[in-house]
């Protein structure tokens, strides 16, 4: 069975942990023989462009020591052959749309987003 991830709430659980919990549950299910890819939509979109760094994260006197590495993660995502898809209306949206995007990520436009999901038995959205 072949799933498509679709990814909209972004940084979900960083604040607790250094990874987004979509992505990591993407990867452990990958890892365990799951067959799924991840479209980003909304804000996860940021997630697909070069040289993030969360790594000055912190509320008042509260410091994340372990900030998330997503450019890492998705890359480590895509050499495992998830394929990772950006909608690029969403890019163009947040001033992001000339961004380099991390290597092996897709754009696709919100029009063939359908289509996109056509390719896949189950779809979930996070």
Request: overall charge negative; aromatic content about 8%.
């Amino acid at each position: 069975m072949k799933v498509l991830q679709v990814v909209s709430s972004a940084y979900r659980a960083t604040f607790e942990e250094q990874d987004d919990t979509v992505l990591w549950l993407t990867q452990a299910m990958k890892n365990a023989g799951g067959d799924l890819d991840v479209l980003l939509t909304g804000n996860t979109v940021n997630y697909a462009v070069v040289g993030q760094d969360a790594s000055g994260l912190k509320f008042g006197q509260w410091k994340q020591t372990q900030p998330p590495r997503i450019e890492e993660d998705l890359s480590r995502m895509i050499s495992k052959g998830i394929a990772v898809i950006a909608v690029a209306d969403d890019l163009i949206d947040r001033g992001l749309g000339d961004s380099a995007l991390i290597e092996g990520v897709r754009r696709v436009h919100r029009g063939d987003v359908a289509r996109v999901m056509s390719n896949y038995d189950q779809v979930w959205r996070w």
